[in-house]
């Protein structure tokens, strides 16, 4: 069942740049911790990025994506963004917005090690021509 809401997906080339939103009501404020997914065609989910609602708003990326992609969340604190740059052909993929309950532990175990009790989005296609 969806819970959140993505959009900003699209098709750009390659070095072009796309940034995704995520509605997240009420799960910005409950959950501890929001994240970015993707998953390529014929591949697994990959953890993308991921930020703490609260505190020092720690950040998290995936190593083929540091550098070049940044998660932030707007003032109003009802969405996350992924703003990516210099994308890549193998950035192509769904991305999925997810949000976890992540009281005492830090956000990179959910978006490494376990996504169970996670709330989902629909997903958002993003296609990267070479």
């Known amino acids: 069942q969806v819970q959140l809401a993505e959009s900003g997906g699209g098709s750009v080339k390659a070095g072009g740049s796309l940034r995704l939103s995520c509605a997240a009501p009420g799960y910005i404020i409950a959950a501890n911790c929001l994240a970015w997914f993707r998953q390529a065609p014929g591949k697994e989910r990959e953890g993308v990025a991921t930020i703490r609602t609260g505190g020092e708003f720690v950040t998290y990326y995936a190593d083929s994506v540091k550098g070049r992609f940044t998660i932030s969340r707007d003032n109003s604190q009802d969405q996350i963004h992924l703003q990516m740059n210099d994308l890549k052909s193998e950035d192509t993929g769904i991305y999925y917005c997810?949000?976890?309950?992540?009281?005492?532990?830090?956000?990179?175990?959910?978006?490494?090690?376990?996504?169970?009790?996670?709330?989902w989005g629909q997903g958002t296609q993003v296609t990267v021509s070479p």
């Open positions: 997810a949000a976890k309950d992540m009281a005492f532990e830090p956000c990179s175990r959910f978006l490494w090690l376990s996504q169970r009790g996670a709330v």
